[in-house]
């Protein structure tokens, strides 16, 4: 493998661990600028019941921008949660100006007395599990994210629960 396809592996994962990091931080705009500005961010689910491809979000990177801005003033559920991701696969295009990657992702929740006061506080769950289907665009040592599809196996989320994954 050549040094510059080494660098952009490098690059590429830096950037998916840094985004589960900042958004388990709930810091939004340090998630945003690691995204591009043409950036296109959804959550998707398969329903067998429907047979169909269920859409949760499909955001911009400025509605998205727009949506974090207004989080703190949702009545949402404030247990935090913790991602728990694995870079399953990288790939570097030929002439390494771009980039996709596959991630599997595990999100757990922190219990904290609010919209799920009938689970004991302080209790750890399972939140969801799902992958992450990335796209990037390198610029030297850097993987901007282009895209992101999140893809979930877990269908069933919670009313109030955050809205970034």
Request: proline share 2%.
């Amino acid at each position: 493998m050549d040094a510059k396809k080494a660098a952009t592996i490098a690059a590429v994962t830096d950037t998916v661990y840094r985004a589960c990091l900042y958004l388990d931080e709930g810091n939004w705009e340090e998630f945003l600028n690691l995204c591009d500005s043409s950036m296109l961010y959804s959550i998707k689910a398969y329903s067998p019941e429907i047979r169909k491809q269920m859409t949760y979000l499909s955001h911009n990177k400025k509605e998205l921008g727009s949506l974090t801005e207004m989080l703190p003033k949702l009545n949402s559920d404030h247990s935090p949660l913790r991602r728990h991701a694995s870079i399953y696969t990288v790939d570097v295009s030929e002439d390494k100006k771009t980039a996709t990657a596959v991630t599997s992702l595990a999100v757990y929740m922190n219990m904290h007395d609010g919209i799920n006061s009938h689970i004991d506080s302080g209790e750890t769950r399972l939140f969801l599990v799902g992958r992450y289907f990335d796209k990037f665009k390198i610029s030297g040592d850097t993987a901007s994210i282009t895209e992101r599809e999140v893809r979930l196996d877990t269908r069933r989320l919670d009313k109030g629960t955050h809205l970034l994954i």
